[in-house]
Structure formats: structure tokens, C-alpha cells
């Protein structure tokens, strides 16, 4: 079945710290992808997203490219701030369907 | 409201009472889903509407978990004779069409003591 691995966290980092959070999957066909985030307190925001090979979604600072190779979407950004604190999850849409499949979310700490 | 608005945003519960969780999701959004946030499981997805029909109900855990939506908007959850293994966060999204990116409200936090 379709599935979503995300690397395990937590993750700290300095503030201006690169930041990489890592996310693979396994879907058949075309799936969409999509990084969400939730920060403290405050319910899932779509992040960014990618609906074919290649493409590269981006917002806020953060990149993903859609990797049919390796089957990856992982997350970017160069210069991390103390507002990125959150829990980022990495999700899919597989072609044909409308629920997302979830990873199991990266908590993400950004200290000053 | 511009958002996908949840209520109550908390609910305490006794095992075996009945439960309804309530969505209001964005006006004009004909995709309507309930997914449920629980520190064993992550993020599950439960059930799909399109319009008042529901084509995808595969992650409802069991018979004790329903759902309705009427006039194409307000949904409603409903969770018969809670256990302990219920108690989570239920989300509720929304979209234009069901292949549209997903607004999410902030959740219902459900506890059953």
C-alpha cells in the first residue's frame, strides 16, 4: 500500500543553521506530495507541494523537489529562524484518490 | 468564517456515552475529510465526502464510528460507546474539489476518562 517515511526526530539546530528534513515513499502511479506544518498550538497548514516529477515546490523559505528516482520529496530551507519551530509531516496523494497518507511528522526545535 | 472551523475544540467524555464531533469547512469546498491525530497511530485519514456522498470511508475503525454531511456543507462525526483507544485529535479538511490542496480546521481534542 501506499506509505510515507519520514526521518525521526526531534531535530534541533541553531538559528541560520541549513536544514534538511528528509522524507521517502512508496506509492504506485503519480502521486501528488506535500510537506505540511503545524506550529505550537495552532492546526495543519499546507507548507508547499509537488504534483509531478521534478517540480519543485517552495514557500517561505522552504524547497522540496519531487524525486521520482529515488522516490523522495525532501524538505530544504538554507537559513532557519527561531519562528520555524514546528512539526513539519510529509504527505502523498496517489493518483485517482483524494485522502492524504501522513509520515509520522519530524518536531522541529530552532534555538536563538 | 475564512477557515475550516471544528467544535468543541475540547471534549472530556465517560467511556461508553456517545459522542458528535462537528465540521463547518470552508464555504464553496465540496471535498470534505475527517482524519484523526493520536500519538500511537500519527495521522490516519477516516472517511472522504464529495458534495453529501461519502466514495471513501475505508479508515473508519470500526462500527462505532459514523458520519454524515447534509445541504453539502456542515459535517458531523459520531463516535458510539467511546473507549479509551478513541481519545485523539479529529481533524477535519477541506477542499474545492478532491484533488485540491486540503485546508485543515484546528481539531477537536477528544479525551475518554
Known amino acids: 500500500g501506499n506509505s510515507v517515511t519520514q526521518m525521526e526526530g526531534p531535530v534541533t539546530l541553531s538559528e541560520e543553521a541549513f536544514l534538511t528534513i528528509n522524507c521517502t515513499y512508496t506509492a504506485t502511479g503519480y502521486p501528488s506530495l506535500f510537506w505540511y506544518v503545524q506550529y505550537p498550538g495552532e492546526g495543519l497548514q499546507l507548507l508547499l507541494k509537488?504534483?509531478?516529477?521534478?517540480d519543485k515546490g517552495s514557500n517561505k523559505g522552504f524547497e522540496a523537489t519531487y524525486r521520482k528516482e529515488t522516490t523522495s520529496f525532501h524538505l530544504e530551507k538554507g537559513s532557519v529562524q527561531v519562528s520555524d519551530s514546528a512539526v513539519y509531516f510529509c504527505a502523498l496523494r496517489s493518483s485517482g484518490a483524494q485522502k492524504l497518507v501522513f509520515g509520522q511528522g519530524t518536531r522541529l526545535t530552532i534555538n536563538p | 468564517g475564512a477557515g475550516v472551523s471544528q467544535s468543541p475544540s475540547n471534549k472530556v467524555t465517560e467511556k461508553g456515552k456517545d459522542v458528535e464531533l462537528r465540521c463547518d469547512p470552508i464555504?464553496?469546498?465540496?471535498?470534505l475529510y475527517w482524519y484523526r491525530q493520536s500519538l500511537g497511530q500519527g495521522l490516519e485519514f477516516l472517511i472522504y465526502?464529495?458534495?453529501?456522498?461519502?466514495?471513501?470511508k475505508s479508515g473508519l475503525p470500526s462500527d462505532r464510528f459514523s458520519a454524515e454531511r447534509t445541504g453539502g456543507s456542515v459535517s458531523t462525526l459520531t463516535i458510539q460507546r467511546t473507549q479509551q483507544e478513541d481519545s485523539a485529535v479529529y481533524l477535519c479538511?477541506?477542499?474545492?474539489?478532491?484533488?485540491?490542496?486540503?485546508?485543515f480546521g484546528d481539531g477537536t481534542r477528544l479525551s475518554i476518562l
Open positions: 464555504s464553496g469546498h465540496t471535498a
Open positions: 479538511a477541506s477542499s474545492f474539489k478532491g484533488d485540491q490542496p486540503q485546508h
Open positions: 465526502f464529495q458534495g453529501n456522498s461519502a466514495p471513501d
Open positions: 509537488a504534483t509531478k516529477a521534478d
